[in-house]
């Protein structure tokens, strides 16, 4: 790496301009990220695809393992005076881990170099260099005497494939255009557009170039080019159409030369050539964003010994009857480990069995199916992810409804699910003699290990009544709304406010970070505002901290988002803003976020 400080600015100001090599390591900074350390590298394949601007380097980043093209401007090198400042030890736990990672680079290289070697430097690893040899139309035994011909022939394939004013550009223009390897570099990455407002060569697709070669081709014909000549030379518009006419014919001249002295071994080797960069693309070759490596959060085992100091101080009388629970998931679980530890009988079921091992002993008991917990118990719960899981539940193989006759028991439905589900359900279990009940349950997984989740019901009033003493367990308040559906939407509706909420904060959070404005001296001063909620002040630090430890799941979030939407749909009402909420949950899911806190959509928001 050495330094030229031949480059100068406007005022006359002068600035160091380093020129860097491939394996040197350097600082880039990249849009929502702090300057991050890397390596430059050669351009993994499906990266040379992408748009880019000028002067653009392919940099391999520390700690994550992925790859980005970063402008020279926003790059500098590793070792210089703004090292220390720039490798604080406050920096997030991904940071240090990049540190961590480039410093084991520099002590032992090969496990590094070998990963980026298979994705960047194996040897049938295409370059760039192999698409300049495609654009040309060169291979590297070439003399200078095929060169020129190429170079003739390049102005007919500008002719044929580029704009109108692209046509009109003289071949010693071309050959100019790209006379340096940085030139050469910069007309591949330039685009159409830019290529045509500047007068530079424009660079045809790597998959038209057969179809160019074919063109030319049948432009080798002397009869044809003889035809175009005249045409040319007949046009009633003075000395410039003549002048274009000039440039026409022997455009189509030198086609005529190449097309005779062109080796058929030429176009096989660049079909061959073709064809192994069609094998090499990856199904999903372009990255949906540079981003760092998104780790699924662990799944956190129920503590079965831990106790809830509200819960202890209720007094709960438990009911006699037996209640069974159907799904043992983030909500499920904690709920039944309080139904336990008050006292109630409670008999479980779970897809994955192995869940129910900590409930058995504690004193629960497992069944099979879902219809044997219906036979076991007087009333039974239903806690599942969605819509389509909590209809299942009931009418598919060895539901509750293959009993027939429900023999009075009653079903309590506490899935998050649409009215028009619930409606289901509710028609299924009365058809089968059984009592219905949904149960909206709003909170987090923290605030039902407290036992502060709002129950919000509709539907039988004797099975509200028979289900007191579970409720009071796990809620702080509980609330009849009457109708079977009624719950529902009232919950929806509340997640509403709570998902645009959330959004709201991401975006502030990530403006106020852009700024470099501390985000604790932000959630401290909105604490003392009369916007301030727990909630809010909660995710806000969450999101200061990047801890994104599932209280909520972010799919659980988008899903009620999508709920709520189709729910608007069916009344012509219009919804923009949670629409625009969902789109901010959906993207942030596709980034890798889903089983994540919803706060991660702090992370979509700082890009």
Not at 308 to 323: G, Y
Not at 486 to 497: E, F, G, P, S, Y
């Amino acid at each position: 790496m050495s330094k030229n400080k031949k480059l100068s600015l406007s005022g006359g100001d002068t600035t160091e301009k380093f020129i860097y090599k491939l394996k040197d390591l350097i600082w880039a900074k990249m849009k929502g990220f702090t300057p991050w350390p890397g390596m430059i590298v050669d351009p993994p394949l499906d990266m040379l695809s992408q748009q880019r601007r000028a002067n653009c380097k392919c940099v391999f980043f520390f700690g994550s393992r992925n790859f980005a093209w970063i402008e020279e401007n926003n790059i500098k090198p590793f070792e210089g005076p703004w090292k220390d400042e720039l490798a604080k030890v406050s920096k997030p736990a991904a940071f240090r881990h990049a540190m961590t990672d480039i410093e084991k680079y520099i002590d032992d290289p090969a496990e590094v170099d070998e990963q980026v070697n298979a994705s960047c430097g194996g040897p049938n690893h295409a370059t760039e260099a192999d698409f300049d040899k495609i654009r040309d139309g060169l291979d590297n035994e070439e003399n200078a005497a095929d060169e020129t011909v190429a170079d003739a022939n390049n102005g007919v394939v500008a002719h044929v494939v580029g704009s109108p004013e692209a046509e009109g550009l003289d071949r010693e223009n071309n050959a100019d255009s790209a006379a340096s390897p940085e030139d050469a570099a910069v007309a591949v990455t330039t685009t159409p557009a830019a290529a045509t407002k500047s007068g530079g060569k424009r660079t045809p697709k790597a998959k038209s170039v057969t179809a160019v070669a074919v063109k030319a081709a049948k432009a080798s014909s002397t009869k044809s080019a003889q035809k175009r000549r005249t045409s040319a030379q007949q046009t009633p518009t003075g000395a410039s159409s003549t002048k274009r006419g000039r440039r026409v014919a022997s455009g189509e001249a030198a086609a005529d030369q190449a097309g005779t002295s062109s080796s058929p071994r030429r176009r096989i080797e660049t079909d061959a050539l073709m064809a192994s960069l069609a094998a090499k693309r990856a199904p999903n070759a372009i990255a949906l964003l540079d981003r760092p490596v998104v780790t699924r959060p662990e799944t956190q085992a129920i503590d079965m010994n831990s106790r809830s100091n509200t819960l202890a101080d209720r007094e709960i009388v438990p009911s006699d009857q037996t209640f069974g629970f159907l799904g043992l998931g983030m909500m499920g679980s904690t709920i039944v480990k309080d139904l336990i530890y008050t006292g109630h009988k409670v008999v479980v079921w779970n897809r994955t069995i192995d869940k129910c091992q900590p409930f058995v002993e504690a004193g629960a008991e497992v069944k099979d199916t879902p219809m044997d917990v219906v036979e076991a118990a007087d009333v039974i719960f239903c806690c599942v992810s969605d819509p389509k899981g909590a209809k299942d539940l009931v009418f598919g193989n060895c539901g509750v409804l293959q009993l027939k006759d429900l023999n009075n028991k009653a079903y309590v439905e506490m899935s998050t699910i649409d009215p028009e589900t619930s409606l289901d359900i509710g028609e299924g279990i009365k058809q089968c003699n059984g009592r219905y009940l949904e149960a909206q349950i709003h909170g987090s997984r923290q605030d039902a290990a407290d036992g502060m989740l709002i129950i919000l019901a509709g539907g039988d009033r004797t099975v509200f009544e028979d289900c007191h003493s579970c409720f009071k367990t796990i809620a702080k308040n509980t609330f009849f709304l009457g109708n079977v559906g009624n719950a529902c939407k009232v919950n929806l509706i509340l997640q509403t406010i709570l998902g645009v909420s959330m959004v709201g904060l991401a975006e502030a959070l990530a403006l106020a970070d852009r700024f470099s404005i501390s985000l604790k001296d932000i959630i401290d001063i909105f604490d003392l505002t009369s916007m301030r909620s727990p909630m809010l002040l909660a995710k806000g630090k969450e999101m200061a901290k990047g801890d994104f430890n599932p209280q909520q799941p972010l799919s659980h979030m988008q899903r009620d988002l999508r709920l709520v939407l189709n729910m608007a749909e069916n009344l012509d009402q219009s919804m923009p803003v949670t629409s625009i909420t969902n789109e901010v949950f959906k993207h942030t899911k596709r980034l890798g976020y889903s089983e994540h806190d919803s706060s991660a959509v702090f992370v979509r928001s700082r890009f």
